[in-house]
């Protein structure tokens, strides 16, 4: 049977670990698109509809899943009539729900607090969800905690697809029947045809990997969108077909740049870094480009990378005085700028 919920309350107290918590508070702002959090309360209701039938914690749909496919493997063997058939099964779903009930997580004390329920979450967890084996002996609170803390333990980019489902899934879908897109990212909009999705696991976050359109052609620039920062996707109503040897440059441009830095050309990159800017060099590893020649003159490291301005500004940018583009010009007067700024910002020079 499902869960009982109060018709009068809406509200649910549950109890988190503090790590669960907190990495809660952090999606919620990292995978807003306006990058302002999103309310906690929204902020678990999208983690119950959009996670409770893929997680592992919803164990009765795990468990029909698994009987389903060992019905399939028996049936397809051809050996056994219907009465077999369902012996096996009987002895496979005790087999399963001893095995399920063995490596149920342990609940561990953390934190209390309530939240309300939106109208789809209650409905998941009055008519959808099933709990007839007992598995959380009816306890709403022990089943929630339970799908929380294992969407904590996942990595940023699964966490992502979880919270922005909808969105992946109209992305995917025209990626698949070739639809022209307007997408809006960062207030602006861009006409696109949907590639395909990749997940950036040294970054942490997924890009939707496109190609770009005007006037219902597709022209031969590649962009890459963070999948988090993307507020509006409207069909416009038109195929484009992205084709074979498009698809295999384009495979072949995420190994060599990377999903997140699609835009821009590669070029051969200098940066001159003090003995701290080798050692945040090592240190550093998201978004770092691949070194190609490196220099040791006295104290200072000559460095050359083969990469786009924009992932080296992203990535050098963090370094302040440790580390000084060399070359592109270009580069090196947009990181002048950048610190310029920052001077300005501190001092109040004008």
């Known amino acids: 049977m499902s869960f009982i919920l109060s018709p009068d309350t809406s509200k649910q107290h549950i109890n988190l670990s503090q790590e669960c918590w907190n990495c809660i508070y952090n999606d919620a702002i990292i ?5 302002k959090p999103i309310s906690r309360d929204a902020f678990l209701n999208s983690i119950i509809c959009n996670f409770w039938k893929d997680a592992n914690t919803s164990v009765e749909l ?12 028996l049936r397809s063997e051809k050996k056994y009539d219907d009465s077999e058939i369902n012996r096996f099964l009987k002895m496979y779903e005790r087999a399963e729900i001893r095995r399920v009930a063995d ?3 342990v609940k561990r004390r953390g934190i209390g607090k ?27 609170g022990g089943y929630l905690h ?5 969407y904590s333990t996942l990595d940023t980019c699964e966490r992502e697809r979880i919270i922005l489902r909808k969105t992946v899934a109209k992305l995917e879908d025209a990626a698949t029947l070739g639809r022209y897109l307007s997408i809006e990212t960062g207030g602006r909009s861009f006409g696109v045809v949907p590639y395909k999705i990749v997940a950036d696991k040294n970054l942490g976050y997924n890009y939707l990997i496109a190609v770009s359109a005007e006037r219902g052609s597709l022209t031969n620039r590649y962009s890459s969108f963070r999948l988090s920062r993307i507020t509006s996707v409207i069909d416009l109503l038109d195929s484009l077909v992205i084709s074979k040897d498009m698809a295999k440059d384009i495979d072949a441009l995420i190994d060599k740049k990377g999903a997140a830095y699609m835009l821009g050309d590669i070029c051969r990159i200098k ?23 490196m220099i040791e003159d006295k104290d200072t490291y000559i460095y050359s990378f083969d990469c786009t301005e924009f992932q080296a500004y992203s990535y050098f940018s963090r370094f302040g005085g440790e580390a000084v583009i060399l070359s592109p010009d270009t580069l090196r007067q947009r990181l002048f700028d950048y610190y310029s700024n920052a001077e300005k910002a501190y001092t109040g020079k004008k």
Do not use: C, W
């Not at 339970?146 to 294992?150: I, P």
């Not at 001159?272 to 060099?281: D, F, I, Q, S």
């Open 103 to 105: 490596n149920l997580p």
């Open 146 to 150: 339970a799908m929380f803390e294992e």
């Open 31 to 35: 995978f807003s698109p306006a990058n």
């Open 114 to 140: 309530k939240f309300n329920l939106n109208k789809e979450s209650r409905n998941i967890l009055t008519e959808q969800y099933s709990d007839s084996r007992n598995f959380y002996n009816g306890s709403i």
């Open 271 to 293: 940066v001159a870094l003090t003995r701290r800017g080798a050692e945040l060099y090592g240190e550093l590893l998201r978004g770092r480009p691949e070194a190609v020649e």
């Open 62 to 73: 795990r468990i029909e899943e698994n009987i389903k496919e060992f019905e399939k493997i």
